[in-house]
């Protein structure tokens, strides 16, 4: 775990007990990547502004759901912020067509259920080992997607490549993990194909 990570944790734990100055502290570290997130989706500040804050109301209430074992405060906070900023824009346009809500990457932005149940099910050493045995742009990818929240199209932003090769590096790493992992509790994962129906289509 990096340093950043032992923080949000020490900052998870410390909202969990009430301290409300621990709130404030992760504010003050995530609130304009939280903005930027939110308007991305939302488009107008005033709205993004109300969609951040009532993140941080929804991460001071439901802090019980955050498990550091299972990724960053970081990308929970910041999926948290999205599906709230997604619930918005679907209220005023329920009708949004597919293709727009993709394109503005609408869709569902948590990480895979599949892959959630596998992480569930499995050991973190197993998985830390299955993750160090992928290359290294794979390894990137996946972490980007599946612990940080990103969509395909925004971890190729991210990585500098087209979306179709972020979203085939995700394709490999995913079956490399399928069949790293296939001796371990968490078995079986499921194909490549399956995990990745949903994230395709964003």
Partial sequence: MNDDRRTDARLAERIRSGDSEALGELYDRYAATALATAMRVVRARDEAEDVVHDAFVAVWRKIDRFDADRGSLRAWLMTVV???????????????????????????????????????????????????????????????AYFEGYTYREVAELTGVAPGTANGRLRLALAKLRDALSGSTAAPLGSSESMFSEDTRR
């Fill in 82 to 144: 999205r599906n709230r900023a997604i619930d918005r824009v679907r209220a005023r346009r329920p009708n949004m067509d597919l293709e727009v809500a993709d394109e503005r990457s609408l869709l569902r932005t948590g990480p895979n259920p599949t892959w959630e149940a596998a992480l569930g099910r499995t050991a973190a050493t197993d998985v830390h080992a299955a993750m160090a045995s992928l290359p290294q742009e794979q390894r990137q990818a996946v972490e980007l």
